[in-house]
Nanobody, 125 residues
Framework: QLQFVESGGGLVQPGGSLRLSCAAS????????IGWFRQAPGKEREGVSC????????KYVDSVKDRFTISRDNTKNTVYLQMNSLKPEDTAVYYC??????????????????WGQGTQVTVSS
């Protein structure tokens, strides 16, 4: 059975760090580009970052550039999102998603074939 499991979320103070993990089972992760999205209460789900199939190319939205780093370990079938200098506005449920596509349209949610169940990140003092 094809499955994504996110982990690593939690409560952190502003300026703190978290590392999210997205582990795939039932399929080979390196067939896909992987995106991280987030959804805050009352807001639409938005893209955060994306990594290509091999890990050689990454994309970020401006609001997380220089603070978040996406990476992948295809031998472990896992993708990571290292989040540093967290801000209250980063509070959201974070989702990973898999797409065959990788390119300029990476923010389009309908390009993603498979989604995880999400992990909550709360940034608060």
């Amino acid at each position: 059975q094809l499955q994504f499991v996110e982990s690593g979320g939690g409560l952190v103070q502003p300026g703190g760090s978290l590392r999210l993990s997205c582990a795939a089972s039932g399929f080979t992760l390196d067939d896909y580009a992987i995106g991280w999205f987030r959804q805050a209460p009352g807001k639409e789900r938005e893209g955060v970052s994306c990594i290509d199939h091999s890990g050689g190319s990454t994309k970020y939205v401006d609001s997380v550039k220089d603070r978040f780093t996406i990476s992948r370990d295809n031998t472990k079938n896992t993708v990571y999102l290292q989040m540093n200098s967290l801000k209250p506005e980063d509070t959201a449920v974070y989702y990973c998603a898999a797409a065959y596509y990788y390119g300029v349209a990476w923010l389009q949610k309908d390009l993603y074939e498979h989604w995880g169940q999400g992990t909550q990140v709360t940034v608060s003092s």
